[in-house]
């Protein structure tokens, strides 16, 4: 019996246009470009694609001459941007073999294209100097630099619709900085990684929610920043100490004390230290109520980073997560029964349920440990890390964990 055969239809011709648009989404744009070759229908359906992401290490992947790689990349996003039509939402090029001129060029076409994402990576090589047609972007949101030399011009008045910036390894003087975060009033997100020419950070934000720093300053500062919940600092640099004199304000109380909406604070390397500096009163005259998650970097051994946690403690009464890293630098001084004179002051951690320590099993650092476990009512989870290679050592800590006192019947302790 024969059977009779009818010509497959061209299930790839016939893809909805929904289905089309999502398979660009996630290809990269040199197989989206091949996707030509499929049938008449795919052949200009790349040339409408929103988001156009050009990596050298990709496109240039079968050389490593320097000057072909430039060329092929040159080449391959000049015929891109001929080609495309429609708006694009999102630019990306991530580049170490490119010359400043081109990449003007095609700022200067964005600029008047309506690019709303905007991702420059020039994380090796020669930093580029950002052309003066990128300070005219007026529909950006989100921004990412990386390698680059801002100096706007005299006109610049911020980006009004900014929602996110990062600027990593960016070359720009301390005013500009300044102005450019203050000048884009709806920014919510701001990431600022090892910054050059700028060491003294001034935030100024009425809609920043979350602030992520990591690189070195002599000085930082925040105004008008009231809805700015989530700080992550990490300062990589050793602070010098400067006397201070009588009545001095401490950078504790001058840093964080104007930002009562912090809901998770991150304290990292070098900045507890730095907040330490100054003279530091018995108590914060701010209450951070909504403050619910601290992680930081101490040295339990120094007093004034141990009276800088205390001040803290003792101002977030709804207190939930706490992760600690204990280092034993060089310390200034350290009070023998130090955490047992606390259990004066009324700094009950009410709220306090999950602990996390990273410990080397010091006098200190167990003196703290007794002083969380005997003031925290509701804790569950005390996880400790203790950092040692002596089983005799980690037998002794242990034993000491688990003699002391706990407010709370949950509490657990985990010991690693």
Not at 12 to 37: C, G, H, K, Q
Not at 340 to 366: D, Y
């Amino acid at each position: 019996m024969e059977r009779s055969f009818r010509p497959s239809s061209d299930i790839i011709s016939n893809l909805p246009d929904e289905v089309m648009e999502t398979i660009f989404l996630y290809l990269p744009i040199r197989d989206a470009v091949r996707t030509t070759l499929l049938s008449n229908k795919w052949r200009y359906k790349w040339t409408t694609i929103p988001n156009l992401v050009f990596h050298e290490n990709n496109i240039c992947c079968f050389t490593n001459d320097r000057k072909l790689r430039s060329y092929k990349l040159l080449n391959f996003v000049d015929q891109i941007l001929l080609q495309h039509k429609g708006s694009i939402h999102k630019f990306e090029l991530s580049a170490h073999s490119l010359q400043g001129y081109v990449i003007h060029s095609w700022l200067l076409f964005l600029s008047i294209n309506g690019v709303k994402e905007l991702v420059l990576n020039f994380s090796t090589g020669k930093p580029y100097v950002v052309h003066s047609s990128f300070f005219s972007f007026e529909s950006i949101y989100y921004l990412n630099l990386c390698g680059c030399v801002l100096k706007p011009p005299p006109m610049f008045k911020g980006f009004s619709y900014l929602r996110r910036l990062s600027l990593e390894r960016v070359t720009l003087a301390n005013e500009v900085l300044e102005s450019m975060i203050s000048s884009c009033t709806n920014l919510e997100i701001l990431k600022l990684v090892d910054l050059d020419g700028c060491n003294c950070i001034r935030i100024c934000g009425p809609n920043l929610k979350r602030f992520y720093f990591n690189g070195e300053f002599a000085d930082m500062s925040f105004r008008d920043s009231p809805n700015l919940s989530f700080i992550s600092i990490f300062l990589n640099d050793d602070v010098v100490d400067i006397p201070v004199g009588q009545g001095e304000i401490s950078n504790l109380v001058r840093v964080l004390g104007c930002l009562t909406g912090l809901e998770k604070l991150a304290i990292c390397h070098y900045f507890m230290k730095f907040l330490a500096m100054g003279n530091l009163s018995k108590r914060l005259a701010v209450t951070y109520y909504g403050l619910k998650s601290i992680s930081l970097q101490i040295n339990l051994k120094d007093l004034n980073h141990t009276l800088v946690m205390l001040r803290l403690f003792q101002s977030t009464p709804n207190l939930q997560e706490l992760e600690m890293v204990a280092n034993q630098v060089a310390a200034t001084e350290y009070v023998d029964d130090f955490w047992k004179a606390q259990r004066r002051l009324n700094c009950s951690m009410n709220h306090l349920r999950m602990v996390k320590i990273s410990l080397l099993g010091a006098l200190p650092e167990l003196g703290f440990i007794e002083f969380l476990l005997a003031n925290s009512p509701v804790l569950e989870i005390l996880s400790v890390n203790h950092i040692s290679g002596k089983k005799v050592e980690e037998s002794r800590v242990l034993k000491e964990l688990m003699r002391f006192r706990r407010a709370s019947t949950k509490a657990e302790i985990e010991y690693k």
